[in-house]
């Protein structure tokens, strides 16, 4: 009897560990086998003013000097999709960028939500109206950014996840745009200091929507720092008459410089 139940407990402890090699093997399987890379988002991702854009592109102006381009030709994956476009409000992306999402995603980057909360108009009313006129315009696009973004963020997060479960998830977040306390030709230093808080604001918002669904916020304000417009090394576009689209952009070397590394290390 002493020895039937040795081998009884022998078989299940066997199994047992059988069982866990398997489903550990299965796991590490299905890990492996995620590694598309997917990049979703506004223009900071599909690289409006950094040029050398994709031609089949069209109007959603992707340039092959944009972060995730960059980082897809260093890392070769075994899948890239690049449909990041000028433009993209949350429900653009929801509606036309996520075909590529699967369960072989192993890596998605997205920015979006400036869009959402009326960046353009935004900077437009402070480029030609007064500082007060300016102020209220921001102050609108912040009551936005608390209201109405979050549920739609939200909404664009959970579609990703639902699409590519195995994925690991980086938002990209948006420089500040100025440097305070010196002397620069444009816009005043209320409007400036204005703008700044102002990204620093849907920033946060992002972030913690983006930690709600446990993706990783990637933080570009750091390697922007000293490279803002006003700086004299700026990785921004001012005001270009000449092509107004690259207003406010990252520059060719805004986005190896600045949003590159912050990627590269999030991913």
């Given at each position: 009897m002493?020895?039937?139940?040795?081998?009884?407990?022998?078989?299940?402890?066997?199994l047992a560990v059988v069982a866990a090699l398997t489903g550990a093997t299965a796991a590490?399987?299905?890990e492996s086998a995620a590694t598309g890379y997917v990049a979703l988002g506004d223009s900071y991702s599909s690289g409006v003013g950094a040029g050398s854009y994709i031609s089949s592109s069209g109007d959603c102006k992707r340039s092959t000097n944009a972060y995730p381009y960059l980082w897809a030709a260093a890392n070769s994956p075994s899948s890239f999709n690049f449909t990041a476009c000028s433009g993209a409000r949350t429900d653009e992306v929801l509606a036309g960028q996520l075909t590529p999402l699967n369960t072989g995603t192993g890596l998605v980057s997205i920015s979006v939500g400036g869009n959402d909360a009326g960046f353009a108009d935004v900077m437009t009313t402070c480029v030609l109206s007064s500082d007060s006129t300016c102020v209220s315009r921001?102050?609108?696009?912040?009551?936005?950014?608390?209201s109405t973004l979050p549920g739609k963020l939200n909404n664009v997060y959970t579609a990703i996840r639902?699409?590519?479960?195995?994925?690991?998830?980086v938002v990209l977040g948006y420089?500040?745009?100025?440097?305070?306390?010196t002397t620069c030709l444009g816009l005043s230093e209320t409007k400036r200091s204005a703008i700044?808080?102002?990204s620093d604001h849907l920033n946060s918002v992002i972030s913690q929507r983006a930690a709600a669904h446990?993706?990783?916020?990637?933080?570009?304000?750091?390697?922007?720092?000293?490279?803002?417009?006003?700086?004299?090394?700026?990785w921004l576009h001012s005001v270009d008459w000449f092509n107004i689209g690259n207003s406010y952009h990252p520059t060719a070397n805004g986005q190896s410089?600045?949003?590159l590394p912050v990627f590269r290390n999030a991913a």
């Open positions: 002493r020895r039937s139940r040795l081998v009884v407990f022998l078989t299940s402890t066997l590490q399987a299905s921001i102050n609108t696009a912040r009551a936005y950014i608390d639902n699409r590519a479960p195995s994925a690991h998830v420089p500040r745009f100025y440097k305070l306390g700044n808080q102002a446990g993706f990783t916020f990637g933080d570009v304000r750091t390697t922007f720092t000293g490279h803002e417009l006003c700086s004299g090394s700026a410089g600045g949003y």
